[in-house]
């Protein structure tokens, strides 16, 4: 069993700054590549930013210079570090991670809230 526990979300006003943590527990054999998405109401998930396991990262545009996407391997931990938040920022945030070796699967968190507002 693999879970992903998400924290950090909240209210914010613009401008302000969040920051993401996700951790995974479970039987892991290998964390590959780990992500943060997120839905706002009435629109598809998107991809937020995704880091691999050696560190290379890819953001979504709306997002670069104002988001960054770190992890910690050992503690199996991604972050995502949120600054210059916008209203458009607002939406549920989920974590993802791809396990395995010769078998990869990928997890989702339960999802965080954050909301961009005055």
């Known amino acids: 069993q693999v879970q992903l526990v998400e924290s950090g979300g909240g209210l914010v006003q613009p401008g302000g700054s969040l920051r993401l943590s996700c951790v995974v527990f479970?039987?892991?054999?290998?964390?590959?590549?780990m992500g943060w998405y997120r839905q706002a109401p009435g629109k598809q998930r998107e991809l937020v930013a995704t880091?691999?396991?050696?560190?290379?990262?890819i953001y979504t545009d709306s997002v670069k210079g104002r988001f960054t996407i770190s992890r910690d391997n050992a503690k199996n931990t991604v972050y995502l570090q949120m600054n210059s938040l916008q209203s458009e920022d607002t939406a549920v945030y989920y974590c993802?991670?791809?396990?395995?070796?010769?078998?990869?699967?990928?997890?989702w968190g339960q999802g965080t809230q954050v909301t961009v507002s005055s």
């Open positions: 479970g039987s892991i054999t290998r964390i590959n590549a």
């Open positions: 880091i691999t396991s050696g560190g290379d990262t």
């Open positions: 993802n991670a791809n396990i395995g070796v010769f078998r990869r699967n990928d997890y």
